[in-house]
Nanobody
Framework: VQLQASGGGLVQAGGSLRLSCAAS????????MGWFRQAPGKEREFVTR???????DYADSVKGRFTISRDNAKNTVYLQMNSLKPEDTAIYYC??????????????????WGQGTLVTVSS
């Protein structure tokens, strides 16, 4: 599976962005898809994930502001980010984990990673 993330950019605090992650392969629907982020000088952290059954999970820091969704027909996962804050500034990575196993919030549980897209939120 190859993942291609896009949609990052510069936005003012309070604004919105939508990230996309396009996946190759015919088994996209079987993967748990996640978004992680890494801010300068910090470790990569979990943001959100969505299972094939469309159940979702969010980090407390983004709950109520971010929404993950997926379109299995288009092999694409989305991250709608609203009410952005300067602390949301980071490189955002999409990732795919084999849904045959438990795939949670640990980055080690994901098998494939996109190249990352930079989100910068100005104050």
């Amino acid at each position: 599976v190859q993942l291609q993330a896009s949609g990052g950019g510069l936005v003012q605090a309070g604004g919105s962005l939508r990230l996309s992650c396009a996946a190759s392969g015919r088994t996209f629907s079987k993967y748990v898809m996640g978004w992680f982020r890494q801010a300068p000088g910090k470790e990569r952290e979990f943001v959100t994930r969505i299972r094939s059954a469309m159940t979702t999970d969010y980090a407390d820091s983004v709950k109520g502001r971010f929404t993950i969704s997926r379109d299995n027909a288009k092999n694409t996962v989305y991250l709608q980010m609203n009410s952005l804050k300067p602390e949301d500034t980071a490189i955002y990575y999409c990732a795919a984990g084999d849904g045959s196993y438990y795939v949670g919030r640990d980055s080690k549980e994901y098998n494939y990673w996109g190249q990352g897209t930079l989100v910068t939120v100005s104050s």
